[in-house]
């Protein structure tokens, strides 16, 4: 269901669903995930197939695989308090949303005060994909949520890919989201370790 992916995600999640990916092969996959990682864990991906499994169902299976929240991008917040906002706190999960800078100052800090976890700053009102480097309407956003002085951490993503960008996501929030730039690696870098070491090596440059 791809709302703001980039063409890398959308061949990504295509390619995925070719080989039989689904929320229960999700799970089955995870359901030992804890034994080696003590890290968080966050699931991202769209309503609809959340709403097709069930979404109590979907928050029972993620705490007993140990997942600690989750991302829906296309989850519209007023509906999240309405509908589901009681069924994630009463399972102890993090609901994580997106801001973008189109996103008023009154929706954000409904965001900040309903959610937890961290808040998902999108870097720009455009999809995902790799930037060469963030300008300066993207920076004047950046330094304007942070004087909010928000409740919730925020992490930047959509365009970190290079030690621009990411220095730049890193000196405006506590962390860095990278998704096209990683999927772009594990092609030429099956091996997950290497797909990372890649990944580091393109933040230094």
Do not use: W
């Not at 992916?5 to 295509?14: K, L």
């Not at 999960?93 to 808040?119: C, N, Q, V, W, Y």
């Not at 951490?153 to 970190?160: A, K, M």
């Amino acid at each position: 269901d791809p709302m703001a992916d980039g063409p890398v995600i959308q061949e990504a999640s295509t390619e995925a669903l070719r080989n039989g990916m689904s929320l229960h092969v999700l799970f089955d996959q995870l359901k030992d995930i804890r034994k080696e990682v003590h890290i968080p864990v966050i699931l991202m991906g769209y309503l609809n197939p959340v709403m097709q499994f069930g979404f109590e169902a979907f928050c029972r299976k993620c705490v007993e695989t140990g997942v600690d929240g989750m991302i829906i991008p296309d989850l519209p917040f007023a509906d999240y308090m309405a509908d589901y906002k009681a069924i994630a706190d009463r399972y102890d999960l993090k609901m994580i949303m997106l801001i973008t800078p189109e996103t008023s100052e009154a929706r954000i800090r409904l965001i900040d005060e309903h959610t937890s976890g961290f808040i998902y700053m999108v870097s720009s009102a455009s999809t995902t994909g790799a930037q060469q480097d963030f300008d300066k309407q993207k920076q004047a956003y950046f330094h304007r949520i942070d004087r909010m002085g928000l409740r919730n951490p925020r992490l930047v993503g959509f365009g970190i890919s290079n030690k621009a960008t990411f220095e730049a996501a890193a000196a405006n929030s506590s962390g860095a989201i990278i998704g096209s730039k990683f999927m772009q690696l594990l092609k030429s870098e099956p091996a997950i370790g290497g797909a990372v070491e890649a990944l580091l090596d393109a933040l230094r440059q």
